[in-house]
């Protein structure tokens, strides 16, 4: 059976000042009326029933969140006590997953990506849930590159391992880390590389083998959780195991390791939209170059993202800038420099500027 | 004796979003806790008594301005019925001056300027009234200019004419427009050039000569309100008087016309500051040039005016810009384009956008 793993600890400082540490960019409505892991939910409704739904968050989030996800079983919202990155994550949701359905296979998926072609995407996910299942491969999907993008890892493919419903499947070569802007070039002119999109199929059982083949430490701290769930000592148990495991993501701590590795190059639409300055991808643009959501008038105006509810927005002689206004703040910055919003946020947390975080 | 006439019918839409068609930049307190208008009067009280000091301004703004004057009388408040720019409002001035002292001094002032030496612009009335008493010139007082700015006139002075408490008064050769930057460069290297201010010191007797000889027709409608000033048909000639009138200034129908004029170059702080990117003359910046009012946190932010009272405003790779919030508007313009705010209001006016005028 095909169970889905939202993982939604993000905090989405990149999202600042809509994203805030009560509510993250994947309780935020940023997009559309509902929100991002309201989207992510019902993109996969048709294919994996909500009871086979896990959510796994930190303990701050989890009240909002099950109010925006009622239909999510409270015994599927696992709490994690500190991030520590993707692998123990995952690792946990396995464990349960196992647990219930032994030969179950997982969809990881993000809480807060955009996926434009639903259809595409629920293909896609049957399809690696067929090979996880049947070859007990850890499948990943691959996004088509569309431009020298430096935010992004790479996946470099190699020989063609087989063909299911029209999508080709993969072995991976290797897994490359946000790479310099020449190498992404480099990469897109070669045509054998994919965007990592962090989204991974898998059977519960394989990623349990590969973390305790890879991870050892890793896989005795999630042992200890299995052995104590569903009794009272289940939550002191995660508490005490997250407090002594590193901090490692899937990506470093197996894939770039484990053998039988398999990728579906993909074109489903996605964006991980990682900061403001990805909002035209996904957000139609005026004829000027401009995403305006909220009320703005402009002289000489062009290429920028504007997001401001309450107030008339007046520009004169702007060109490629973020302007966001919440009920409190007001951020203004070049879109090349999106990115270090999340150093402005670390900035805030220094001068303790908590009512703002 | 020496009477004070402030021009308040500006409306200031440089100054938008902050100056608003019912409240403009002269009722604005932009600068200090006192508004405009009242700096402005504050600084003549040392040497006019307010029983003496008439204030010209608009009927929508006549309200606003006698609460925050209430020590001004109501009749030395003159409403023109529109606006005809400053040679019939200095006109009707003078026809009150005159019926109340038939030998006062005028000291025809803007409400909207900023003067930071208050004791030495003081003196500058003092020796301007004698001069204009004694002599009968037109006096005008002449800025030194700091730097080659195109956004002001200029006056050319010539020969001494003699010399009061250290101060020396020169004739006016001509009046020049705002110039060019390379004619701005070489007024400024020959020396013998000052800013016009728009301050004038005269007899309210001599004005209305010049009025006479220089704007018959202007003369023949002020000689109409004269008549009956003080009757109940005040009003309704003014009224009509203004409705048939040439709007003209005083520098091009009168100064640079007549023969007896005379110049004082000084330096008192004056700034007309005309928009917003003349703020950092007058206000503080901090060690990145930046004039900041109100709650701010910077990356890589210099030389911006931003001017925000109600929210915290986060700004990152940010140089040289205006950003301006009010309760229901938000400006964002680089500073060389501070003067096109003028040109934002009027398109706002064309799109009707009138609870933001």
Not at 6 to 13: K, P
Not at 18 to 44: A, C, G, Y
Not at 206 to 217: A, D, F, G, V, Y
Not at 287 to 314: C, Y
Request: proline share 5%; with cysteine.
């Amino acid at each position: 059976m095909l169970h889905g793993v939202i993982m939604a600890g993000g905090s989405g400082t990149r999202f600042w000042p809509k994203s805030r540490k009560s509510k993250p960019k994947q309780l935020q409505n940023i997009f559309s009326k509902r929100t991002m892991i309201q989207e992510t939910l019902d993109r996969i409704k048709p294919l994996i029933d909500t009871n086979n739904t896990l959510i796994i968050t930190g303990r701050s989030h989890a009240e909002e969140l099950k109010k925006q996800v009622p239909e999510i079983p409270d015994q599927n919202i696992i709490i994690e006590p500190v991030g520590r990155n993707t692998a123990p994550c995952i690792g946990l949701a396995a464990l349960y997953i196992k647990r219930k359905d032994p030969q179950g296979v997982m969809a990881v998926l993000a809480s807060d990506h955009l996926i434009k072609d639903e259809k595409e995407f629920l293909n896609l996910l049957s399809v690696a849930k067929m090979v996880a299942e049947e070859k007990g491969y850890l499948i990943t999907l691959g996004i088509r590159p569309k431009k020298p993008e430096t935010g992004y890892g790479y996946i470099q493919y190699g020989e063609e391992i087989l063909a299911i419903n029209n999508k080709k499947i993969f072995k991976v070569n290797r897994f490359i880390e946000k790479p310099k802007k020449e190498v992404a070039e480099g990469f897109l002119s070669s045509g054998n590389y994919l965007w990592n999109s962090g989204m991974f199929i898998w059977k519960a059982d394989t990623i349990l083998n590969m973390i305790e083949i890879h991870l050892p430490e890793l896989y005795q701290g999630l042992m200890r959780i299995d052995n104590v769930i569903s009794t009272d000592k289940e939550r002191d148990t995660i508490e005490e195991v997250y407090s002594g495991i590193e901090s490692i993501s899937i990506d470093y701590g197996i894939m770039e390791k484990a053998k039988y590795v398999a990728v579906i190059p993909c074109d489903p639409g996605w964006s991980d939209v990682g900061c403001w300055n990805s909002i035209p991808e996904v957000l139609p643009c005026d004829e000027d170059g401009n995403v305006i959501i909220g009320k703005h008038i402009g002289i000489d105006t062009s290429g920028s993202i504007i997001h401001a509810p309450h107030k008339l927005i007046a520009t004169i002689g702007i060109k490629d800038m973020i302007i966001i206004e919440t009920e409190d703040a007001l951020l203004i910055c070049p879109r090349e420099r999106g990115e270090d919003v999340k150093k402005m946020v670390e900035t805030m947390k220094e001068k303790s500027m908590d009512e703002y975080l």
